[in-house]
């Protein structure tokens, strides 16, 4: 089974604090996407990266970067966190060529005090 | 880029009735179409997927959807709701051939299943 896992379930920062969300896969996918989900809004796309050190700014990248310095590994990082990036944050990895469907890590719940 | 209306945020309905959720897409090129259910404090779960071929596909847990071109549609039916299918549901269109590799969702669909 294709595995994506998350390295926290939940986790509490303060503002301004840089924060790291790490993602691991274990199927060789070559994509690997970041969104984050808010009641109403569905899942929104962070970054995605077709492959390593590539990466591709999806709809909401402000505040955002991210790090794909390995095939099944890749980073969320908020430079500077602040209140409203209070988010479920989901992982999530595929084929190449948007063929296939994502697999998706368990989420991130982050919350920015 | 491609994108995904869900036609209502919340759907209710009684257990044993019929299930149908909305989704309509736009795509500049021929779209590969998800249908994925989230259960409270999980992550995403592949309902079914439509890619080529047969425009009506079968997914898990009784769940169906048709791919209708000309209505730009993908919408998911099961005939027999069950309280177990309570939970949240979206709809998820990716592009290929084309440059992006990126997948874009719907807002979600959240389902309520009545005694």
């Known amino acids: 089974d294709v595995k994506v896992t998350q390295s926290s379930r939940y986790l509490v920062k303060r503002t301004g604090e840089k924060v790291f969300l790490e993602c691991v896969q274990d199927m060789d996918h070559e994509n690997m996407f970041w969104y984050r989900q808010d009641p109403g809004l569905g899942l929104r796309l962070i970054y995605f990266?077709?492959?390593?050190?590539?990466?591709e700014k999806g709809d909401i990248p402000e505040g955002y970067s991210v790090s794909r310095e390995k095939k099944e590994r890749f980073s969320l990082i908020l430079e500077s966190a602040s209140t409203n990036q209070t988010s479920m944050y989901l992982c999530?990895?595929?084929?190449?060529?948007?063929?296939?469907?994502?697999?998706f890590g368990q989420g991130t719940r982050l919350t920015v005090v | 880029a491609q994108s995904v209306t869900q036609l209502g945020s919340h759907v209710s309905v009684s257990e044993g009735a019929l299930v149908l959720l909305r989704c309509n897409y736009s795509?500049?090129?021929?779209?590969?179409l998800f249908w994925y259910v989230q259960y409270p404090n999980q992550g995403l779960q592949l309902l079914l997927k439509y890619t080529t071929g047969a425009t009506l596909v079968k997914g898990i847990n009784g769940f169906e959807a048709e791919f209708k071109k000309s209505e730009t549609s993908f919408h998911l039916t099961k005939p027999s709701a069950h309280m177990s299918d309570a939970a949240e549901y979206f709809c998820a269109v990716s592009e290929f051939p084309g440059n992006n590799n990126d997948m874009r969702f719907g807002a979600g669909t959240r389902l309520t299943v009545k005694p």
């Open positions: 999530a990895s595929s084929l190449g060529q948007g063929r296939t469907e994502a697999f």
């Open positions: 795509s500049s090129v021929p779209p590969y």
């Open positions: 990266s077709y492959d390593v050190k590539m990466k």
